[in-house]
């Protein structure tokens, strides 16, 4: 298996050509991916769309999935797969204002658990005719390229992320009593160290980020904006625009993303998603 890794942009992503998805990954294959995933720290590999039970076979090859929390969501066979439907169904579900779409905002996922997913593993099943791109930004390189005045004001804070925040324009869904139980706010280092490359990110959920501990509410929401607005620097960015069967797996622990959600009413927009064990940021 000779695999081919080209970058998809300056910021971040690498497409991965040569790859049979249906078969096992021989050792050294497997040891280009992975160190292909640390690199870009985000692979597009083109299919055909998945049976749930082989996108979870193939998932296990980069790490053990994790159930997903939304109960609703999971798929029958596979309950490591769960499937997100975006699609605008009736013209009342598309609001005027965009950002009052919750997967406008930008969000590492999962980081309301104590350990988060590492990496999330999603394939486009049915895709709009324009819009619906998932956007990415690379906080590694927001770290890296930080002025060092605001590195020594965050480098030993935490914060603290919750299922929901006032500061996320969006709400987010309504949670059963077990859900609920399952995501106590959580706190986290605001600059994490990634576990296999050794390489500091911002660590920051816009969506999910309530407060800075050890600050006052007016003080630590001036820092999460302005963390928020670096972050997101269009530098920093990639734009998936996804085909039906692209697989994406991206790392959250150095990425954030949000979706484009200015696409057709009608227009069918749905995904497979796999969440990948992680382990509590430090
Ligand atoms: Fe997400």
Not at 84 to 109: A, F, I, N, Q
């Amino acid at each position: 298996m000779a695999l081919t890794i080209n970058p998809l942009s300056h910021a971040l992503g690498a497409e991965v050509t040569g790859l049979d998805v249906t078969s096992d990954i021989p050792e050294a294959a497997a040891q280009q991916l992975e160190e292909a995933f640390l690199e870009h720290h985000l692979l597009c590999i083109r299919s055909v769309p998945l049976s749930p039970a082989d996108f979870a076979r193939l998932a296990r090859h980069f790490g053990e999935p994790q159930l997903q929390l939304l109960r609703d969501q999971r798929a029958g066979d596979a309950p490591e797969v769960s499937v997100l439907e975006s699609t605008y169904k009736t013209p009342e579900s598309k609001p005027d204002d965009l950002t009052m779409v919750r997967l406008s905002g930008w969000h590492t996922d999962d980081s309301y658990f104590e350990a988060p997913a590492k990496a999330t593993m999603l394939q486009g099943l049915a895709i709009p005719d324009s819009g619906g791109q998932t956007r990415f930004s690379n906080t590694r390189r927001a770290y890296d390229e930080l002025p060092q005045t605001v590195r020594a004001r965050i480098d030993a804070r935490r914060a603290v992320h919750g299922y929901d925040t006032a500061r996320a324009t969006a709400r987010a869904k309504t949670l059963s009593d077990q859900e609920q139980q399952e995501t106590r706010d959580v706190e986290h280092p605001l600059v994490r160290t990634h576990e296999d490359s050794g390489k500091r990110a911002i660590y920051f959920n816009p969506n999910r980020t309530d407060r800075v501990i050890g600050m006052e509410r007016d003080e630590s929401d001036g820092l999460l904006d302005e963390l928020h607005a670096w972050i997101t620097k269009p530098d920093f960015q990639y734009h998936h625009q996804w085909r039906v069967g692209d697989i994406l797996l991206w790392d959250n622990r150095c990425l954030v993303h949000s979706v484009n959600v200015d696409y057709p009413v009608g227009q069918e927009r749905r995904h497979q998603r796999i969440l990948l064990k992680g382990s509590r940021p430090v």
